[in-house]
């Protein structure tokens, strides 16, 4: 879900959430290996400066991740079971950056 800010023609702001539900990393559906929901914001705002010698030139403003929370997005899970009878849960888990700056100049002619 997204808000978009546009005063005028070359400004504008948007504001996107995301919220994604539990996870499971495999078709088990055992709570041990599953990805716990979460909530991520994104923050944009960008502005165009026309007819400059250049052409026009497009500048961007990113920050990921607004609200700088700790989560995780996706990960594996595996089981290994032994002639012996014992069996092995493997899990692993890809952490998301926190909160990240990135900036975008378009140059066009």
Not at 1 to 10: C, D, F, R, Y
Not at 12 to 21: F, M, T
Not at 36 to 55: E, H, I, P, Q, W
Request: no cysteine.
């Amino acid at each position: 879900m997204g808000l978009t800010w546009q005063p005028g023609k070359a400004f504008y702001l948007n504001l996107l959430g995301k919220y994604v539900s539990k996870q499971f990393l495999d078709n088990t559906s055992d709570e041990a290996k599953s990805i716990d929901a979460y909530f991520v914001s994104n923050l944009s705002a960008g502005y165009t400066f026309r007819k400059t010698r250049m052409g026009e030139i497009d500048l961007q403003l990113y920050v990921n991740n607004l609200l700088n929370s700790a989560y995780v997005a996706n990960g594996w899970a595996a089981t290994d079971s032994f002639t012996d009878g014992s069996t092995i849960h493997w899990i692993g888990y890809y952490p998301q950056a926190t909160r990240n700056i990135m900036a975008r100049l378009t140059i066009s002619f």
